[in-house]
């Protein structure tokens, strides 16, 4: 078993930047793949970011150049850097944690945090 915080969203202007933290649970943290979700109103839940436990990556386009995943597996956390943000990254934003390999596939993360809401105005 794995639960998952997030912390870090907020309200931030267009063009600045967030840190979005994930904090695990669970001593089998690093052999997961870590990713990020995020779900903006009226809309469905979307694939942001993902990274292994060896530190390969992979992003969504919309967010590829202004995004960074990462992560500290002796501090059981990952973290989304969101630079150069846009009202349409407004969303609630989720971590998940998988062991398999799909990793912009929503339905393959077993584990989910409650979300962290991030609202960026224009």
């Known amino acids: 078993q794995v639960q998952l915080v997030e912390f870090g969203g907020g309200l931030v202007q267009a063009g600045g930047s967030l840190r979005l933290s994930c904090a695990a649970s669970g001593r089998t943290f690093s052999r997961y793949v870590m990713g990020w979700f995020r779900q903006p109103p009226g809309k469905e839940r979307e694939f942001v970011s993902a990274?292994?436990?060896?530190?390969?990556?992979g992003y969504a386009d919309s967010v590829k150049g202004r995004f960074t995943i990462s992560r500290d597996n002796a501090k059981n956390t990952v973290y989304l850097q969101m630079n150069s943000l846009k009202p349409e990254d407004t969303a609630v934003y989720y971590c998940?944690?998988?062991?398999?390999?799909?990793?912009?596939?929503?339905?393959?993360?077993?584990?989910w945090g409650q979300g962290t809401q991030v609202t960026v105005s224009s």
């Open positions: 998940a944690a998988q062991y398999g390999d799909r990793w912009s596939q929503s339905d393959a993360y077993a584990y």
């Open positions: 990274i292994t436990w060896g530190g390969s990556t």
